[in-house]
């Protein structure tokens, strides 16, 4: 974890006594650090934000969508419509809170449609099938 000045957030060497932004006084006179607690809180929120969103929750929508669409596939389209509608709530509720599953979210609407879209065609040819 980089150390931080506690006063201005400024990135220092672990040897650094005096903050060279600010001028304070990284240890106290007892060779403590200053302030440790706000030091690490500051620490841990810069590596939360840079260690990117594999600290952000899956949407639990779009992972239902994802798994129902699969489902779906070797179920002759069981939870089709419920795999689309989930997805599709997945993909905007993964926007709204910026969570992962967008992926999730996507490949299920994709799998949903296809399949979808497969079942209208065959609908399709045997309704013209039948009706000559
Ligand atoms: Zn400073």
Redesign the pocket.
């Known amino acids: 974890m980089p150390k931080r000045?506690?006063?201005?957030?400024?990135k220092?060497e672990d040897s650094t006594l005096v903050?060279?932004?600010?001028?304070?006084n990284i240890y106290d006179e007892n060779g403590n650090l200053n302030r440790p607690k706000v030091l690490y809180e500051l620490g841990d929120k810069q590596s939360t934000f840079t260690s990117g969103d594999s600290n952000l929750q899956t949407n639990k929508f779009a992972l239902a969508g994802f798994i129902l669409s699969i489902i779906s596939v070797f179920t002759n389209g069981l939870f089709l419509w419920l795999g689309l509608i989930f997805s599709i709530i997945g993909l905007i509720d993964c926007k709204q809170r910026n969570q992962k599953g967008k992926t999730y979210a996507i490949i299920g609407i994709v799998i949903s449609a296809i399949y979808i879209i497969l079942g209208i065609i065959f609908a399709a040819l045997l309704y013209f099938a039948f009706s000559k």
């Open positions: 000045c506690y006063n201005c957030n400024q220092i903050c060279p932004n600010c001028g304070k």
